[in-house]
């Protein structure tokens, strides 16, 4: 190999490696919009829409997210009340009201319309993700100058294994995602609505339109954030099946 030749060579492993150490803290800028700390707390509201756009069924949810990839999800709403669903890093369990077993399941596992587990579980890229700036695009609704981000999952307990991320060029804020699973193929699209357009701070919406069967739109509304520690006894399965009611 001629010395320019090697040159050349040397220059793009050099630009691979900076485009790749980019990621990182892109990555958690854009999880700031959705988690502004460590522990929360985050109401969630999930509606599913029919295709006509008219609502179909709503649920809601307490999402306690705590650090070194623990959440805990309470399901709220008359059909559900008493189920809970424990992640600890890739471990899922659902628990039953009235039953002392807790259920192992997936990250993929639905709770209404095309909002999995892992959807509202999860809320950290920057710890789950590594993977190359693709380039600059317009994205966006209105258009605005984006990045766009190729990622691929460091672990296995992901929703998704590859995801293509469109972050705002100026402030970071996520904008939209192409999500795909273990197969690689496109299971959803996602858009982020931002509670400010002009100066965003916070993630209020995201909407997830199914892409492998009946294209129905389900809107993920972040009602409510707060900062909030649980114990720790309440991250432990078998404590959760014996202590239903959580005081």
């Known amino acids: 190999m001629n010395t320019m030749r090697y040159a ?41 829409f029919n295709t006509d756009g008219s609502p179909d069924k709503e649920r809601r949810y307490t999402v306690y997210a705590q650090q070194k990839h623990r959440s805990l999800v309470l399901m709220q709403s008359p059909a559900e009340k008493g189920q809970k669903v424990l992640m600890l890093g890739d ?15 997936t990250p993929m596992q639905k709770l209404l ?16 993700y590594t993977g190359t700036v ?58 982020f609505v931002m509670d400010q357009a002009g100066a965003p701070t916070a993630v209020t919406q ?11 739109e389900t809107q993920v509304r972040y009602v409510s954030r707060q900062e909030h520690t649980v114990p720790e006894a309440w991250l432990n399965p078998m404590f959760l099946a014996h202590n239903p009611q959580l005081d």
């Open 91 to 105: 471990d899922f369990w659902l628990l039953m009201p009235g039953s002392q077993r807790p259920l192992r399941i």
């Open 206 to 216: 995201m909407l997830l339109r199914d892409q492998l069967t009946n294209k129905k």
């Open 113 to 128: 319309g095309d909002a999995s587990t892992g959807d509202i579980a999860t809320l950290s890229w920057a710890d789950d």
């Open 8 to 48: 050349a060579l040397l220059l793009g492993l050099v630009a691979a490696a900076a485009h790749a150490d980019d990621v990182g803290p892109l990555l958690k800028t854009a999880d700031k919009y959705r988690m502004s700390s460590d522990d929360m707390q985050v109401e969630t509201l999930i509606t599913v």
């Open 134 to 191: 693709a380039g600059k695009e317009s994205c966006g609704e209105p258009a605005q100058p984006c990045l766009h981000l190729s990622l691929v999952a460091n672990r296995k307990g992901v929703t998704y294994q590859r995801i293509e991320l469109w972050v705002g060029e100026a402030r970071g804020e996520p904008v939209k995602a192409d999500l795909y699973v273990q197969s690689d193929k496109l299971a959803k699209q996602a858009r």
